[in-house]
Structures are given as C-alpha cells and as structure tokens.
C-alpha cells in the first residue's frame, strides 16, 4: 500500500533514519509495499551525527546526488572515511548499527528495500542465489542514481503521488539491484522472449539516463514497465548467445 509523501517536522531530535532533523533542508519520503524512497539532504557545512541503530532484515541503499562530500563511518566494526562523488553508491546491511559524523554539506536519495521484497522479486523470476546487496567503495553508477531521482526529484512539484507508478519503480529499482548488486548475474529459468515499441524503448533510454523531461514518470507508469522488459529481453538475448 502506499503511503502519501510527506515532510519530516523540523525540530525533532532525529528522524525515522536517525537524521537529526532540524539540519536537514529536504526529508521527503515515499512509501511502497515492501520499501521507501527517502531523500536527505542539508545545506549546512556541519551536520548533526547521524545514528541509525540495528533494525531487521533489508538493506538501506544509498546514492549522492551532489560532489565531493564525505563523511566518517562506524559500520560492523570498521570506522573508516568515505568520500562520495556524485551518483556515488553505499550499500549497508540493516541487521547491524550504523553512525556516520557528515563534513560538508549533502544530498542524498535512499531506498530501504526488506529482504522479504528481494526474496519475493528473485522467486517470481526464478533466480537461485542467497539474496544479498552488496557494492565497492567508490562505485559509482548514475542508472542507479537517475531511477531513484524519478521517485523523489529535484523538483518537489514534479512529484505525484501515483501507486501504479510507485509499484512498478519499487519493483525495477529491485531488479536492477538484484542484477547489478548480489553477487553476479543470476541463474535464470526459462523465460519468454518480450518484445517492446519503439517509443517504449525511447522512454526506458531517457529513465535510465536521467532525460526525465522527456520522460514524465509521474504521468506515465508504464515507462517502468517497458523497463522491466527491457532488462527481461536483455537476459533472453544473452541466454541465446
């Protein structure tokens, strides 16, 4: 079910996330079932800590939408400093603690995806593996970026709230985690060959590089859709040599 977006009230010590709110200039949300879209950003050269203790099964993915930023990270055990690019990308475990102390101001979308949600979305497409997120430090990947950006864009009076449309970006986004983030390309039953328009496959190019005034999500929902056959076609191809 969806959950209408809404802003955090300022003042509160910390957010949902751990955030210290009154820091923050954007703390939009948008909830899906089985996952949320956050967006986190500040505009202060000195943030509040920010503290999100051990909370179930899932994964909390993380992409920077602005340069050079960074921030020093205690998670399972290592403190470390980690520098963020632009459509950088940060993957954590949400079954352990996690502080972060950020320099300098950021911009940050999010999305926190159950391990029930994976698990669901590798059955429904007959993939066999331990469903696991995982990434380097200093990957970096603007398709990943530019799906999350159409959830909760730069533009706040862009955004409707559409559960169709919500639905289908929750499940693409899940996917392309699953292909790109759990451990190399997954072992695929038989699966019938999707063959999309001209105008679908234009749609799915501008959504995945980031032309989103070409491609309205919020107006359109099936543009997810024709990007869930892309990736499905894209996998017969490769079966087939």
């Given at each position: 079910?969806?959950?209408?977006?809404?802003?955090?009230?300022?003042?509160?010590?910390?957010?949902?996330?751990?955030?210290?709110?009154?820091?923050?200039?954007?703390?939009?949300?948008?909830?899906?079932?089985?996952?949320?879209?956050?967006?986190?950003?500040?505009?202060?050269?000195?943030?509040?800590?920010?503290?999100?203790?051990?909370?179930?099964?899932?994964?909390?993915?993380?992409?920077?939408?602005?340069?050079?930023?960074?921030?020093?990270?205690?998670y399972r055990s290592l403190m470390r400093e980690r520098h963020f690019r632009k459509h950088a990308v940060f993957i954590r475990d949400l079954a352990f603690s996690y502080i972060a102390e950020p320099v300098g101001a950021f911009d940050f979308i999010l999305m926190e995806i159950s391990q029930s949600y994976l698990t669901a979305l590798a059955d429904a497409h007959g993939w066999e593996r331990t469903v696991t997120l995982a990434c380097n430090n200093d990957h970096i990947d603007p398709v990943l970026s530019n799906l999350l950006r159409a959830a909760l864009p730069d533009n706040e009076q862009q955004v409707r709230s559409n559960e169709p449309f919500v639905d289908h970006l929750g499940s693409a986004i899940g996917i392309y985690l699953l292909e790109r983030y759990s451990g190399g390309p997954p072992r695929v039953s038989g699966r019938r060959k999707t063959l999309l328009s001209q105008r679908q496959l234009t749609s799915v190019k501008n959504l995945m590089l980031g032309n989103l005034d070409d491609v309205p999500p919020w107006k359109t929902w099936q543009t997810l859709a024709a990007y869930r056959a892309v990736t499905s076609y894209m996998r017969s191809r490769k079966r087939r040599g």
């Open positions: 079910m969806l959950t209408q977006e809404r802003s955090l009230p300022f003042g509160a010590d910390m957010d949902a996330l751990g955030y210290p709110a009154s820091d923050m200039s954007d703390s939009r949300e948008l909830h899906g079932d089985g996952f949320s879209f956050y967006r986190r950003s500040s505009s202060e050269p000195t943030c509040g800590r920010i503290t999100s203790k051990a909370r179930g099964t899932g994964f909390m993915v993380a992409v920077a939408q602005s340069e050079c930023y960074r921030r020093n990270i205690a």
